[in-house]
């Protein structure tokens, strides 16, 4: 199985930045599709942000458009989401999410097959 670990979270000021990172074990990295989803509280988990396998495809919720940087380090087996001008409504655990099958829609949690165990971003305005 493939495990996800999130790191970088915290508490940051409105405008803010900050930089997620996710470590996957195993050697097979370049073959996932690797997200991230977050959830507020009393909210549904949302897309955010993926990157296909290897290429430079990115895709992004509207709402971090312009503010989101998804990337990823093959070699390391680690995406990263940098995060700038950060917002209240920003705040939630942000969830690593990787899944194999190329054909299937990113926005859904659904079609993900690993998940990482959160990190908190809490935005104070």
């Known amino acids: 199985q493939v495990q996800l670990v999130e790191s970088g979270g915290g508490l940051v000021q409105a405008g803010g930045s900050l930089r997620l990172s996710c470590a996957a074990s195993?050697?097979?990295?370049?073959?996932?599709?690797m997200g991230w989803f977050r959830q507020a509280p009393g909210k549904e988990r949302e897309f955010v942000a993926s990157?296909?396998?290897?290429?430079?495809?990115?895709y992004y919720a509207d709402s971090v458009k312009g503010r989101f940087t998804i990337s990823r380090d093959n070699a390391k087996n680690t995406v990263y989401l940098q995060m700038n001008t950060l917002k209240p409504e920003d705040t939630a655990v942000y969830y690593c999410?990787?899944?194999?099958?190329?054909?299937?829609?990113?926005?859904?949690?659904?079609?993900?097959?690993?998940w990482g165990q959160g990190t908190q971003v809490t935005v104070s305005s």
């Open positions: 999410a990787a899944k194999s099958s190329y054909y299937s829609d990113d926005y859904y949690p659904n079609e993900y097959d690993y």
């Open positions: 990157t296909r396998r290897s290429t430079s495809s990115t």
């Open positions: 195993g050697r097979t990295f370049t073959g996932y599709t």
